[in-house]
Each structure stands twice: as C-alpha cells, then as structure tokens.
Nanobody, 115 residues
Framework: QVQLVESGGGLVQAGGSLRLSCTASGTIFSINTMGWYRQAPGKQRAKVAVIINGGSTNYAESVKDRFTISRGSAKNTVYLQMNSLKPEDTAVYYC?????????WGQGTQVTVSS
C-alpha cells in the first residue's frame, strides 16, 4: 500500500503562486508515476500534470507554461509549482501515484484563487 499526503493549498489572489507538495509512504519502491489531478465543483477529476520515472512530464493544456511538476531527490515526493494562478484553477488538488498498475490518491488539498 502507498499513502499520499498533500500540503500547500490555500487561498491566493489571481496572478499569485502556490507550491503543492506530496509525500508518499508505505511500499514506495517501484512507484512508476506521480502527479496531480484536480476536481472543481460540478466537474470531473482531471489530470493537471504527471511525472514518470526518468523525468518525462505531461501537462494539461490549460496549465502549460504556468505550472511545473518535479520530484524530490528521494523520489517519494512530488511538487507542483503553480504560477500566474487564475480563478479557474480553483479546485481540490489530489496527489496521484501509480505502482504496478495500482492507483493511489491523496486526500486532496483545496486551492482557491480569488479574482
């Protein structure tokens, strides 16, 4: 089992920045992919950014050039640096991990961007 704990959400004005962190614990060896998804009220959960072992990254079009995903040196931590935030970025952000085909999710952290 893998446990994921997020931190770093909060309230920020449009144009501001936030940095989300997620730390994995438990059986963390062979985690292949980590990333972030978000769910806004009334909408489905959607991918924001993922990073695969080896460093390949993939971003949603709506966040390209504004958000940056990275992993810590210990590989059990993933970060999401969010710049130039917009009100439409308001959502609950969930950390995600993939290990041997099994998906794991954090409890979510709220990000609210005021206009």
């Amino acid at each position: 089992q893998v446990q994921l704990v997020e931190s770093g959400g909060g309230l920020v004005q449009a144009g501001g920045s936030l940095r989300l962190s997620c730390t994995a614990s438990g059986t963390i060896f062979s985690i292949n992919t980590m990333g972030w998804y978000r769910q806004a009220p009334g909408k489905q959960r959607a991918k924001v950014a993922v990073i695969i072992n080896g460093g390949s990254t993939n971003y949603a079009e709506s966040v390209k050039d504004r958000f940056t995903i990275s992993r810590g040196s210990a590989k059990n931590t993933v970060y999401l640096q969010m710049n130039s935030l917009k009100p439409e970025d308001t959502a609950v952000y969930y950390c995600y991990a993939l290990r041997y085909g099994s998906e794991y999710w954090g409890q979510g952290t709220q990000v609210t961007v005021s206009s």
